[in-house]
């Protein structure tokens, strides 16, 4: 992992398309402004790793769909 | 063709019944083509993996959940799917179905989105934090 140190309104370019600029410093937490070509998309990380999570839960789920039908039914 | 499925044995299929998940869907990177079964008994759509027999993930129409359930497709997306017109598109939300039923959950902040003028899909991410990934599908006294 490639570590860089930035002050407020000092940037990073990444390949051609793509720039980070550090817009806030505060005591706990950073505002980072992202430039990036529309058909990138820019997530918060742990919001991806909720979806992963998530995702592997609702496939591992052994479902019997009889009993399933039963309270889907009611 | 044939393939094996998780909750319904095999089955027969049609090439152009394949839904490709260009990016394949969180969790499973590897996998990106499906197919969707739908139950009418249970009014549920199981969307089985086409490589994996065993990857099957339950789903239902996000508006069956929540009546007024609606998102904006992101430019993103609209290229990647090659979107042309709303009506083309057709929307599930991915059940997580416990023990115990009653709890059952959708994911209603990162719905499966289809093209279904040209079977690709992917799942998206919704900035709107309105909506959870746990949502529960009945009320919390049932």
Known sequence: ?74 | MKIHTKFFGEIEIKEEHIINFVEGIPGFPEYKKYTIIHDEGLNLSFLQSVEEANLCFITMPPAMILGNYSFDLSDDIVEKLIIEKPEDVTTLAILNIPEDFKKMTANLRAPIVINTKNNKAVQVLLDDDNYSMKHRVFKEDV
């Open chain 1, 1 to 74: 992992m490639l570590v860089l140190s930035r002050k407020k309104d000092e940037a990073i370019v990444i390949g051609h398309d793509i720039e980070i600029i550090i817009t806030e410093i505060g005591e706990d937490k950073v505002r980072v402004g992202i430039n990036a070509p529309k058909h990138m998309k820019v997530l918060r990380k742990e919001l991806l790793d909720q979806v992963k999570e998530e995702n592997l839960k609702s496939a591992k789920s052994k479902v019997n769909l009889e009993s399933l039908a039963r309270v889907l039914k009611k």
